[in-house]
Each structure stands twice: as structure tokens, then as C-alpha cells.
């Protein structure tokens, strides 16, 4: 057996929350790294874990079994009561770790063997009465797992039993039943802080019909209502006025009619601006080949154009520009207030200190 690495280990409480009875399995989340294994935990409140790679993925020992310990000569069957899949520990019922501590002994699930059941196996020498034998499982194979809508279920067979069974055809793999599933679904009672279901189910809209015919006015009505609330009529379906306006702008079918008018557009464009300066190049004398690659030249500066007018549309749109001009009045604020702090600035009268153009020194340059 591999040496569990004394560097991964796992918090007393995390290692009794994930502890189970439930004979079913869900998912393989015990196959991850969980947060909670931390490798500076105290010894005193942590086990150590093995890594992913040594943990039991699918398994076929679950609480409910019964089993016996390798190497007990009784060959005593154990009840497995409960399973820890992220420390490959296996609890059996009544088994405890002394008399002073109660707690269930974990036992490794290489340790045990899973129970058959009882088969008749021919006399010993001497006698003629039949002996009735307990079989386990030696080497087992089972199936793909499959979803079943509320777990991974697979089947699990015997190719290998102790002892062998005498007259078995190995060809014919020996299907081991899973143990009765006795979780209980959860229950719900029904406080006064929830709905009744059959209050949730109950209709208490019902749309307009889509055939109703809409006229232009009629959105105008909707929004002049605010002013005046008396001439709004409120039997009219107002879920067609704000369809556009609810609606994601953003959704793929949108951005998709979007690009498929711009490519229109582009398309129309391209065809009027080359059949123009095929017209030019006719009165002009020009070859078609000079004519198609002019306008290509011009095509593709109408487009830079274009694309460039579009950027700064939504720039404005976005409000870059007025940001910019925000800005500029903030400098121009800050340039004025230093100008004014440097012309208001006064010296007060100390040693040392002399008028630019009266020291005798600044005479002598003059």
C-alpha cells in the first residue's frame, strides 16, 4: 500500500461533513482538491488524506454491505455503516476505536472483502452433509456508470471469489446486488414565510393577444398618460410598446440583422461607386481596368471614412467628448489660478533682499 503523504491533511470537521451513509453515488467530487485540505494544520485536529490520484473513484464497498476484514481467521461479517471517499475510510458498524473513545473505527478499504453470500460447497472427507460457506469477493470488474436521473449506477460482477466457488463457469461473471437504498427524501415544512403551491401556480396575468392591431398614436398615448393620467386607456397592450425597449439589444439575433444590414449597405455602396467611375472612365477614355482599380482606391477611403465618422459618433454617444471638454475647462481653471496665485504673491521685507535693478551690482551691468 502507498505511504499516504505526510504533507496533505484534512480538518476534523471537514472529515466528519464529508462522511456519508448514503450507499448512492452523485458525483466524484472527492476525485478534487478540496480548499480545506491545508497542509499547515495542527496534527491534533487534522488526518492525513490521500492525493486524488490514490483515492477510490467508483466504489463498490457502500454503507449497507457487509464485509469482512482481511486477515480475521472468523471471517466475521461487519455491516458497513458509513464511508469517507476523500480518505478511502470505511466505518463499520459496532467496531469502536477503544473503550474510552466511542467514535467508530476507520478501517482502510483495501482492508476488507465484500460479502457474496452463502453457497454450498461439497462435504469435507468423512462426511456427507454439505457445508454452507460465506464467499467474497476476491476480484470484481462492473460497467460503465450511467445517469439515471438521481445517480451513477453500474453493476458490479464477481470474476474472482475466496473461497472458489467449485463448478463455476468464470466465463459468466457473478453479479453482486447492491444493498436496499434506505435514504429518506427530504421533508419541507410549510412555514408562514413561503408560498402555498398552489398559490405559485396560479395564473394571475394573462398577456394581450398578438393579433390585436396597434396603430403609430398609440405609444405617443402611453407616454403623454404620465402627463395627463386621465387620457390613458388602460385596457390597451402596453407589452407591445415596451418590447422594443426591454428587449436585450445586445442578443446574437440582433447583433446578427445588425451586420447583415451593414453588409447590405456596404455591398449597395460598393456596386454605386463602381458602376459611377465606370461611367467616368467611359467619357473619360480610361481602361475598365484603370476604372475598377480607381474605384477601389475610393471604396476603401469611403469606407476608413466611415468607419472612423462611426467612431467618433459613439464616442459622442458615450460621452468622450464631453469629457474632453471637461477637462479642458478644468486645465484652464488650474492655469488661471496659478497665474493669479503668482501675480498675488507678496514678499515681506527681510535682510538680504533687494529690487532687481537698484543693487549696485545690477548697476554695473547696465
Given at each position: 500500500m502507498r505511504r499516504v503523504p505526510s504533507g496533505l491533511r484534512m480538518h476534523w470537521n471537514d472529515y466528519i461533513t464529508s462522511t456519508t451513509r448514503s450507499p448512492v453515488t452523485r458525483n466524484t467530487n472527492h476525485m478534487l482538491h478540496k480548499s480545506s485540505h491545508n497542509t499547515k494544520l495542527d496534527h491534533a485536529v487534522s488526518i492525513p488524506i490521500p492525493p486524488p490520484k490514490d483515492r477510490i473513484k467508483w466504489w463498490n464497498i457502500v454503507p449497507g454491505d457487509k464485509v469482512r476484514i482481511r486477515g480475521d481467521k472468523t471471517s466475521t461479517l461487519q455491516e458497513v455503516y458509513s464511508v469517507n471517499k476523500i480518505a478511502n475510510h470505511v466505518?463499520?458498524?459496532g467496531i469502536r476505536v477503544s473503550e474510552k473513545h466511542q467514535d467508530l473505527k476507520p478501517f482502510n478499504y483495501s482492508h476488507l472483502q465484500l460479502f457474496v453470500d452463502h453457497f454450498e460447497f461439497p462435504p469435507k472427507p468423512g462426511s456427507d452433509k454439505p457445508q454452507i460457506v460465506p464467499v467474497f469477493v476476491r476480484r470484481w470488474k462492473m460497467t460503465t456508470p450511467r445517469w439515471n436521473g438521481d445517480h451513477l449506477h453500474w453493476t458490479r460482477y464477481a470474476v474472482a471469489t475466496d473461497p472458489s466457488l467449485p463448478g463455476w463457469d468464470k466465463t459468466e461473471p457473478l453479479e453482486v446486488p447492491w444493498p436496499a437504498n434506505t435514504e429518506q427524501p427530504p421533508t419541507y415544512q410549510v412555514t408562514s414565510n413561503e408560498v402555498l403551491d398552489e398559490e405559485a401556480k396560479r395564473t394571475t396575468y394573462v398577456p394581450p393577444r398578438p393579433d390585436?392591431?396597434?396603430?403609430?398614436a398609440m405609444p405617443d398615448l402611453y407616454l403623454?398618460?404620465?402627463?395627463?393620467?386621465?387620457?390613458?386607456?388602460?385596457?390597451?397592450?402596453v407589452e407591445f410598446f415596451l418590447a422594443d425597449e426591454l428587449s436585450n439589444p445586445h442578443s446574437r439575433t440582433k447583433?446578427?440583422?445588425r451586420w447583415q444590414l451593414k453588409q447590405a449597405s456596404v455591398k449597395q455602396l460598393r456596386e454605386q461607386m463602381l458602376a459611377s467611375e465606370l461611367a467616368e472612365a467611359n467619357a473619360d477614355g480610361r481602361s475598365r481596368k484603370e476604372a475598377r482599380?480607381?474605384?477601389?482606391?475610393?471604396?476603401?477611403r469611403?469606407?476608413?471614412?466611415?468607419?472612423k465618422a462611426e467612431g467618433i459618433r459613439r464616442a459622442i454617444q458615450r460621452g468622450v467628448h464631453a469629457r474632453v471638454e471637461r477637462r479642458k475647462v478644468r486645465r484652464q481653471r488650474k492655469e488661471e489660478a496659478r497665474i493669479r496665485r503668482l501675480r498675488e504673491t507678496v514678499l515681506f521685507e527681510e535682510p538680504n533682499q533687494v529690487?532687481?535693478?537698484?543693487?549696485?551690482?545690477?548697476?554695473?551691468?547696465?
Open positions: 466505518f463499520l458498524r390585436v392591431a396597434l396603430s403609430d403623454k398618460s404620465f402627463a395627463a393620467p386621465e387620457t390613458y386607456d388602460p385596457s390597451l397592450p447583433k446578427q440583422e482599380a480607381e474605384a477601389a482606391w475610393k471604396i476603401a469611403t469606407l476608413r471614412e466611415m468607419k529690487l532687481p535693478g537698484t543693487s549696485d551690482i545690477a548697476q554695473r551691468y547696465v
